[in-house]
């Protein structure tokens, strides 16, 4: 069985400040790890994806993650928040096995960014 | 390539009807999958569809069915719709549906039951 924990389910930054939103993950099997971002209204889209290769993952739009796997930890991370960036942020856990092959989902971090 | 597209976007039914939703997943992509995205529940798994086979269900009542056809279409059907069923529900589509594939997500259809 997997499982997904995002600390926080509503995080506010001010522009310009770091982005840091936790991700912490449970699977019996090496997993496959996912960052999707929610507009209102919208689908989820991919920001970042780790899927065994390197352990520090870049994605779309600055963001970046860290597979830690002594923490079993996936933390989304930021630099520098843009207005744009408030949004809805999902985690997500897969493996390469039978129903694991299916996503499952942290219950999301809604980010807010500060003028 | 044009995204994954989902039809209609928005539904209005009442209890006790049925409901049919259909996905168009990324030329080439296989595997279809369907979730239902609900504040109190958040994002569940309904099933996932490889070359017309269901391969995977998540935990929901057999009201909820689906089926993919050969051009790897997707539809979902929900029979006797009730109150709880009022949701955001999301196709995906992958190559292969392997974990480590990326599911390429639709907008979505708006279901609320009155």
């Known amino acids: 069985a997997q499982s997904v924990t995002q600390l926080g389910s509503h995080v506010s930054v001010s522009e310009g400040a770091l982005v840091l939103l936790r991700c912490n993950y449970s699977?019996?099997?090496?997993?496959?790890l996912f960052w999707y971002v929610q507009y209102p209204n919208q689908g989820l889209q991919l920001l970042l994806k780790?899927?065994?290769?390197?352990?520090l993952v870049k994605g779309i739009n600055g963001f970046e993650a860290e597979f830690k796997k002594s923490e079993t930890s996936f933390h989304l991370t930021k630099p520098s928040a843009h207005m744009s960036d408030a949004a809805e942020y999902f985690c997500?856990?897969?493996?390469?096995?039978?129903?694991?092959?299916?996503?499952?989902f942290g219950s999301g971090t809604q980010l807010t960014v500060l003028p | 390539k044009a995204g994954v597209t989902q039809t209609p976007r928005y539904l209005i039914k009442t209890r006790g009807q049925q409901v049919t939703l259909s996905c168009s997943p990324i030329?080439?992509?296989?595997?279809v999958s369907w979730y239902q995205q609900t504040p109190g529940q958040g994002l569940q798994f309904l099933f996932e569809y490889f070359s017309e086979t269901q391969r995977n269900k998540g935990n929901f009542p057999g009201r909820f069915s689906g089926r993919q056809f050969s051009n790897s279409r997707s539809e979902m059907n929900v029979s006797t719709l009730e109150l709880g069923d009022s949701a955001l529900y999301l196709c995906?589509?992958?190559?292969?549906?392997?974990?480590?594939?990326?599911?390429?997500f639709g907008p979505g259809t708006r279901l609320t039951v009155l």
């Open positions: 995906a589509s992958s190559l292969a549906g392997t974990g480590r594939d990326t599911q390429y």
């Open positions: 030329s080439g992509h296989r595997s």
């Open positions: 780790y899927t065994s290769a390197a352990t």
């Open positions: 997500a856990v897969s493996a390469s096995s039978g129903s694991a092959r299916q996503l499952t």
């Open positions: 699977s019996s099997v090496p997993p496959y």
